[in-house]
Protein backbone atom coordinates (compact mmCIF):
# COMPACT_ATOMS: atom_id res chain seq x y z
CA UNK A 1 0.00 0.00 0.00
CA UNK A 2 1.17 3.52 -1.01
CA UNK A 3 2.51 6.16 1.77
CA UNK A 4 0.87 8.94 0.00
CA UNK A 5 -2.30 8.54 -1.63
CA UNK A 6 -3.83 10.64 -4.29
CA UNK A 7 -7.33 11.66 -5.83
CA UNK A 8 -10.03 13.40 -6.97
CA UNK A 9 -8.08 13.70 -10.57
CA UNK A 10 -10.93 13.80 -13.75
CA UNK A 11 -11.84 15.68 -16.54
CA UNK A 12 -13.52 18.91 -16.81
CA UNK A 13 -13.49 21.42 -18.86
CA UNK A 14 -11.37 25.30 -18.91
CA UNK A 15 -11.88 27.34 -16.61
CA UNK A 16 -13.81 24.88 -14.12
CA UNK A 17 -12.51 24.14 -10.90
CA UNK A 18 -11.50 20.73 -9.08
CA UNK A 19 -9.72 19.89 -5.98
CA UNK A 20 -7.21 17.08 -5.56
CA UNK A 21 -6.44 15.16 -2.25
CA UNK A 22 -3.50 13.06 -1.02
CA UNK A 23 -3.86 11.02 2.21
CA UNK A 24 -0.52 9.80 4.05
CA UNK A 25 0.16 6.97 5.99
CA UNK A 26 1.46 7.39 9.43
CA UNK A 27 5.26 7.28 8.07
CA UNK A 28 4.61 9.75 5.03
CA UNK A 29 3.01 12.07 7.84
CA UNK A 30 5.65 11.69 11.21
CA UNK A 31 7.45 14.01 12.71
CA UNK A 32 10.51 13.45 9.82
CA UNK A 33 8.04 15.03 7.50
CA UNK A 34 8.78 18.22 6.77
CA UNK A 35 6.27 19.26 3.97
CA UNK A 36 4.14 18.03 1.36
CA UNK A 37 4.46 18.99 -2.38
CA UNK A 38 2.71 18.52 -5.37
CA UNK A 39 3.64 17.96 -8.70
CA UNK A 40 2.82 17.83 -12.36
CA UNK A 41 4.20 15.76 -15.36
CA UNK A 42 2.13 16.21 -19.16
CA UNK A 43 3.07 13.99 -21.39
CA UNK A 44 6.49 14.46 -23.01
CA UNK A 45 7.32 17.03 -20.70
CA UNK A 46 9.46 17.17 -17.18
CA UNK A 47 7.75 17.00 -14.27
CA UNK A 48 7.28 20.26 -12.30
CA UNK A 49 6.43 21.93 -9.10
CA UNK A 50 3.20 22.93 -8.65
CA UNK A 51 2.62 23.63 -4.87
CA UNK A 52 3.82 22.78 -1.13
CA UNK A 53 3.16 23.06 2.39
CA UNK A 54 4.97 22.95 5.60
CA UNK A 55 3.81 20.48 7.98
CA UNK A 56 3.93 21.85 10.72
CA UNK A 57 3.43 25.52 9.78
CA UNK A 58 0.94 25.67 6.91
CA UNK A 59 3.52 27.79 5.01
CA UNK A 60 2.75 27.38 1.19
CA UNK A 61 4.90 28.14 -2.03
CA UNK A 62 3.65 28.03 -5.64
CA UNK A 63 4.88 27.89 -9.04
CA UNK A 64 4.34 31.19 -10.86
CA UNK A 65 1.98 28.87 -13.35
CA UNK A 66 -0.63 28.41 -10.79
CA UNK A 67 -0.05 31.22 -9.07
CA UNK A 68 -3.46 32.88 -8.02
CA UNK A 69 -5.49 29.93 -9.49
CA UNK A 70 -4.22 26.79 -7.04
CA UNK A 71 -4.58 26.85 -3.47
CA UNK A 72 -2.83 24.07 -1.31
CA UNK A 73 -3.39 23.20 2.21
CA UNK A 74 -3.17 20.44 4.74
CA UNK A 75 -5.69 18.77 7.24
CA UNK A 76 -3.50 17.70 10.36
CA UNK A 77 -6.18 15.61 11.73
CA UNK A 78 -6.96 13.84 8.50
CA UNK A 79 -3.35 13.42 7.42
CA UNK A 80 -3.92 15.24 4.12
CA UNK A 81 -2.87 17.59 1.61
CA UNK A 82 -5.09 19.57 -0.64
CA UNK A 83 -5.22 21.43 -3.73
CA UNK A 84 -7.55 22.76 -4.60
CA UNK A 85 -7.35 24.37 -8.52
CA UNK A 86 -9.66 26.91 -10.02
CA UNK A 87 -9.56 28.30 -13.37
CA UNK A 88 -7.91 25.56 -15.08
CA UNK A 89 -6.59 25.81 -18.16
CA UNK A 90 -5.48 23.49 -20.85
CA UNK A 91 -2.55 23.63 -20.16
CA UNK A 92 -3.06 22.16 -16.28
CA UNK A 93 -3.56 18.90 -18.12
CA UNK A 94 -1.03 16.27 -16.40
CA UNK A 95 -1.00 13.33 -13.98
CA UNK A 96 -0.69 14.91 -10.20
CA UNK A 97 1.43 13.40 -7.92
CA UNK A 98 2.38 14.41 -4.15
CA UNK A 99 5.65 13.73 -2.80
CA UNK A 100 6.79 14.13 1.35
CA UNK A 101 9.85 15.53 2.06
CA UNK A 102 11.87 14.99 5.73
CA UNK A 103 13.81 17.45 7.52
CA UNK A 104 17.40 17.88 6.33
CA UNK A 105 16.58 16.70 2.80
CA UNK A 106 17.19 17.58 -0.58
CA UNK A 107 15.18 14.36 -1.80
CA UNK A 108 11.68 13.49 -1.26
CA UNK A 109 11.01 10.33 0.32
CA UNK A 110 7.59 9.32 -0.28
CA UNK A 111 5.73 9.58 -3.66
CA UNK A 112 2.55 8.56 -4.86
CA UNK A 113 0.85 6.92 -8.17
CA UNK A 114 -0.65 10.06 -9.01
CA UNK A 115 -3.58 11.33 -10.63
CA UNK A 116 -4.57 12.74 -14.08
CA UNK A 117 -6.11 15.68 -14.48
CA UNK A 118 -7.35 16.55 -17.97
CA UNK A 119 -9.15 19.92 -18.99
CA UNK A 120 -11.02 20.19 -22.11
CA UNK A 121 -11.99 23.56 -24.29
Known amino acids: QGQLVESGGGLVQAGDSLTLSCTAS??????????LSWFRQAPGQEREFVASVSKNTGATSYADSVKGRFTISRDVAKKTVLLQMNSLKLEDTAIYSC????????????WGQGTQVTVTV
Open 26 to 35: SRAWDSTIMS
Open 99 to 110: AAKRFGRSNFSF
